[in-house]
């Protein structure tokens, strides 16, 4: 082989040609939805950009519900678990396929680990297309002392723009990030921004590395060797010690973030006569055992209801559904089993229908 | 031989780019959020 001119100037004019074919293929489909039509991609958000794309994109505005919610909504507890097919048993999923039958578009921005503050800085990204109703799944670690505040509170960086200044002050960090890593964030934001195959593989590689980079490689190897049994033991008292600082004996602060993020958010949903549906999502309480403070959960619970009962009024329909479920349906702590997540899914329709 | 050269390089140009989608499409974990799994 001969490294000449010409061989530079082939290898050149294809790889640039690719580049440029690529770029104009994924901005003549992404408008269309292809991709959110045929890849079930909702359960994580890469970037603002994506974001966008997808509330402009993924569904029709017309008869459009939003879902919003945590891990709660999509597939991570379920892979984790195993399950096949596993994208096709979530909430999202089942809520989606069933709306779509009665003529309602559902899009679903429920991703792992989202808070409040991020609910909030999602609001002023719709608030442009406001949807003709939002269900908005609560869950008891949104509320916990461990999010409550400084930059813990907010999941996703991206969306800290989006945020009144006072509730970015709040969210600032104990230690300024260094320059390298506001170069990276800055980096990667700005190729998700303007370079669409950038963009569209952050999202598509959610579809492998799911929940994470670090699960996949666990299911690979489990494929090869099969998988160990004893873990399964290691992993639940993992999770048990990971979620208790959630159940611990803690009374929510109404002067914490995400009661100041809940009331701001509600009252940009009521000042545009967004009709919303707020739901507690299920607990399982025989998972937590010893780890659940009864006395601050019941409070917790009874709190809640109170702080929700003036916008009673204004369109918003609250359900505490803490109890809803038996300990059999659950996955864990508050994931649902595929036959849970279909049940939750008739509820929900039924709640949305008033007909609960 | 000129002519030759080049479509060996078009085609070492297309190994790359196909290296390239897979380097964009494998590498990195999903950066965007700040609790990769979160709740486990």
């Given at each position: 082989m001969t490294l000449n001119k010409p061989f530079f100037l082939g290898a050149l004019t294809s790889f640039a040609g690719l580049l440029i074919l690529s770029e104009i293929l994924l901005r003549s489909t992404v408008p269309s939805g292809f991709w959110y039509r045929h890849f079930e991609v909702s359960g994580d958000m890469t970037s603002l950009a994506e974001l966008r794309d997808r509330l402009q994109y993924a569904a029709p505005s017309d008869h459009r519900v939003l879902l919003l919610g945590d891990s709660v909504l999509g597939a991570s507890a379920l892979m984790e678990h195993r399950l096949t097919q596993a994208r096709e048993k979530t909430i999202s999923y089942l809520l989606r396929k069933d709306m779509a039958a009665t003529g309602i578009h559902a899009l679903s921005l429920g991703s792992d680990g989202l808070l409040l503050p991020d609910i909030l800085g999602l609001t002023q990204e719709f608030s442009t297309r406001p949807p003709e109703k939002i269900i908005l799944l609560l869950n008891f670690r949104m509320f916990s002392m461990e999010f409550a505040e400084g930059s813990k509170a907010l999941s996703r960086n991206f969306l800290q723009a989006d945020l009144p200044e006072d509730i970015q002050k709040r969210l600032a960090p104990d230690k300024v990030p260094t320059p390298e890593t506001l170069l990276s964030d800055r980096l990667y934001a700005g190729m998700c921004d303007h370079w669409e195959l950038f963009r569209e593989t952050q999202m598509l590689k959610t579809l492998w590395y799911y929940p994470s980079q670090k699960d996949f490689f666990q299911r690979f190897l489990e494929g090869i060797v099969g998988k160990n049994e004893a873990q399964s033991d290691i992993l639940e008292a993992a999770l048990k010690q990971k979620v208790a600082s959630y159940y611990q004996p803690y009374l929510w602060d109404r002067s914490a973030l995400p009661f100041t993020c809940l009331k701001e958010i509600l009252d940009q949903w009521t000042k545009k006569h967004i009709p919303v549906d707020v739901v507690l999502t299920p607990q399982n309480r025989k998972f937590l055992g010893g780890y659940l403070d009864k006395p601050s959960f019941e409070k917790n619970r009874r709190s809640l209801k109170a702080f929700l009962k003036i916008y009673a009024q204004r369109g918003v329909v609250y359900r505490d559904?803490?109890?809803?479920?038996?300990?059999?349906?659950?996955?864990?702590?508050?994931h649902l089993t595929p036959e849970g997540n279909a049940r939750y899914t008739e509820d929900l329709m039924l709640s949305c229908e008033g007909r609960d | 031989m000129k002519n030759n050269d080049f479509w060996k390089g078009f085609g070492i140009g297309v190994v790359l780019f196909a290296l390239f989608l897979a380097i964009l499409l494998f590498s990195g974990d999903l950066s965007a959020s700040k609790f990769i799994y979160v709740d486990f």
């Open positions: 559904w803490a109890d809803r479920y038996p300990p059999g349906m659950f996955l864990d702590h508050c | -």
